[in-house]
Each structure stands twice: as C-alpha cells, then as structure tokens.
C-alpha cells in the first residue's frame, strides 16, 4: 500500500513568490491535512480538506490557501512569499476526520526555503 | 499558554532506563490524545493513543492520562538508541477545535 506522496520534496524560492506544493493521500483516505513545521514553532496546523471541502483552518494569514480534488489529491499554495516560510510542510492523511481519528500518516514533507 | 505544551528537551536516558516524556494541555475539554515519534529528517508517525484516564500499555510503551491535571505522559522502559528521536504529543477536541493540536516536541536521546 503506497503511502502519503508529497512534491516537491525540495525548493528554493524568492520573496514574492508563490509555491504549489501537491499531496497525494494513502488510497481510500478521504481527508488530508496540511501542517506547517519550523524548529521554533513545532508543527502548526494549516487547514484540513475532507470530500473536497475545507473543513478547518489554523491562524494562518490568507496567503496560504489550499485544495481537494475528487480523487482527494490536495494541493497547498503560497502567494507573496516571506522569508518567515521558509519551513518543511507536511500532508497527512487520514480515512476520516483528522478530529475523529487523530491517526494521521504522514508524507515526507516539502522543504521550502524563501531567499 | 500554549495549548499544548511539552518540555524540548533533550532527555538523555542511558540504554535499559525508563524514560518519562511529559505534556500537559489546556483545553479541559479534549478527549484524545496521541502521541506520535519523528526520527530526525523524517515524518511523524503515531505510536500510542489513548482515550481514558489511567494507563495504557503497547509493549515497551505506556501512555497515561491523567484528565484532571489535564496532563498525559509517555513512559518507554527499557529504552534503547534507537528510540532517540523527538516525540510530539497532539491532542483534539472534537467539540471545540475538532483539530490535532501538537505539541512542540521532546527530544529524547539514549546513550549506550
């Protein structure tokens, strides 16, 4: 069983900027969350996407939006980039809500670092 | 206060010792919690849950919980190097945040 895809794994932008990172879930997991993870700041909760629709949102500024497709592919962006981030993103998926199981597999993440 | 909270560590714990990682959270109200493990340069995967108060145990691993003090701990007796790695505690409450709340993490390292 293939587990959580995440492209790209590494990349470089510059301020101003935007970025698309993609996920693909486990096969069969409906729900996909998206968590920001910096050293200081530990693993932030973005937004979680469940039958293509957003079913929660962290403290984020509207930079950061996201998408589900039919297939439960999601996708992340960024727009304006700042170099504040610059972090590892990470997709998990889940079969349900990430609230009702809390067991989430995660993908190996997307480096992004904004010069 | 952050809502949930975890010393960062690192814990050094010498091979065979019992090593006690801590969290304590905020939101009275959560009903699961979690605890998952990331090895340096890799992704979180879930290693224990648990629902009730008291203590639930997985091998080498004992989760406890402790809702009044709002506190839940992971114990690993007889560690080894190869749990030296960070250890995130996340918790939800699917009545207010519906959202896995984690921890910053607590590194543990294992000296032979």
């Known amino acids: 069983k293939a587990g959580v895809t995440q492209t790209p794994r590494y990349l470089i932008k510059t301020r101003g900027q935007q970025v698309t990172l993609s996920c693909s879930p486990i096969s069969g997991h409906r729900s996909v969350s998206w968590y920001q993870q910096t050293p200081g700041q530990g693993l932030q909760f973005l937004f979680e996407y469940f039958s293509e629709t957003q079913r929660n949102k962290g403290n984020f500024p509207g930079r950061f939006s996201g998408r589900q497709f039919s297939n439960s592919r999601s996708e992340m962006n960024v727009s304006t980039l700042e170099l504040g981030d610059s972090a590892l993103y990470l997709c998990?998926?889940?079969?349900?809500?990430?609230?009702?199981?809390?067991?989430?597999?995660f993908g190996e993440g997307s480096r992004l670092t904004v010069l | 206060q952050k809502e949930v909270e975890q010393n960062s560590g690192p814990l050094s714990v010498p091979e065979g010792a019992i090593a006690s990682l801590n969290c304590t959270y905020s939101d009275r109200g959560s009903q699961s919690f979690f605890w998952y493990r990331q090895y340096s340069g890799k992704s979180p995967e879930l290693i224990m849950f648990?629902?009730?108060?008291g203590d639930k145990e997985d091998g080498r691993f004992t989760a406890q919980l402790n809702k009044a003090s709002q506190y839940v701990s992971l114990l690993i007796r007889d560690s080894q190097p190869s749990d030296s790695a960070t250890y995130l505690c996340a918790v939800n409450n699917p009545y207010n945040t519906d959202k896995l709340i984690f921890g910053t993490g607590t590194r543990l390292q294992v000296f032979p």
């Open positions: 648990i629902y009730s108060n």
């Open positions: 998990a998926s889940s079969l349900g809500r990430s609230g009702n199981t809390g067991e989430l597999f």
